[in-house]
């Protein structure tokens, strides 16, 4: 129906490019709350979220580890809220309910089994290991994917390089001109793939609500039909 895919490696991101990380998070959340007796009042969800958003940028810059990651959102929560609980209880509760919520984004599986097709997918994500394996046993994505790599098993996390050259050391036959990074976040996904010397395109699904800040990518794309239009060589219809 369409042309020659441009690249035939694929390193999709997971969170909020496949996976609606949103709804994940707000059902695991509530859930936490409820199993830890903590009775739920308006906004919290979104305050957790800004708070759990804060963290990662952080981590992305390396400034805190994953396990200071995991204590300080709970506890920057707790704090906001003045609720007496143990940190790390309420996230491990939390991270327990996020591995069972695997919801995906609408299309995401037609996209990856139609993309499987005819190149390698691969997922690349900063997810927690135990959340991205509860997941990854149960996905409808699982028998198109080639292969997983979580940060926290490869050592090293996106933004970083040494990320991205681990990635590549565990692809066959890995050539760089084959292969394209497509995320959603410029600060770990493009950036990364800045770091890597590889190709990039950015899924813009805030539609413009973030800007670059110095990264680069190949294309910038707002939903699934964009992202095939780029794929797919465009004028090269056969
Ligand atoms: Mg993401």
């Given at each position: 129906m369409m042309g020659k895919l441009l690249y035939d490696i694929l390193l999709f991101d997971a969170d909020n490019t496949l996976y609606d990380f949103d709804a994940c998070e707000?059902?695991?959340?509530?859930?936490?709350?409820?199993?830890?007796g903590i009775s739920y009042a308006e906004g919290m969800t979104e305050t957790y979220s800004e708070i759990n958003v804060g963290c990662w940028k952080r981590f992305e810059r390396g400034e805190i580890t994953r396990e200071e990651l995991t204590r300080l959102r709970y506890a920057l929560f707790l704090e906001r809220y003045g609720i007496a609980f143990d940190a790390l209880a309420l996230n491990g509760l939390y991270v327990g309910f996020l591995s069972e919520a695997a919801i995906l984004?609408?299309?995401?599986?037609?996209?990856?089994?139609?993309?499987?097709?005819?190149?390698?997918?691969?997922?690349?994500?900063?997810?927690?290991?135990?959340?991205?394996?509860?997941?990854?046993?149960?996905?409808?994505?699982?028998?198109?994917?080639?292969?997983?790599?979580?940060?926290?098993?490869?050592g090293a996390n996106k933004p970083d390089k040494l990320y991205f050259d681990r990635v590549i050391a565990r692809i066959p036959g890995f050539e760089r001109a084959r292969a394209v990074v497509i995320g959603d976040s410029l600060t770990s996904d493009i950036k990364g793939a800045n770091n890597a010397g590889l190709h990039a395109v950015w899924y813009d699904r805030s539609r413009g609500r973030e800007r670059p800040d110095g990264q680069v990518f190949d294309a910038r794309v707002t939903?699934?039909?964009?992202?095939?239009?780029?794929?797919?060589r465009e004028g090269e219809e056969t």
């Open positions: 707000k059902i695991a959340f509530r859930r936490a709350l409820d199993a830890a984004l609408p299309g995401a599986e037609d996209l990856i089994r139609r993309l499987s097709a005819e190149a390698s997918v691969y997922i690349i994500t900063n997810g927690l290991s135990r959340v991205q394996h509860g997941r990854f046993d149960r996905s409808p994505l699982t028998p198109y994917v080639k292969d997983v790599f979580i940060s926290e098993e490869l939903d699934y039909r964009e992202l095939l239009r780029f794929l797919y």
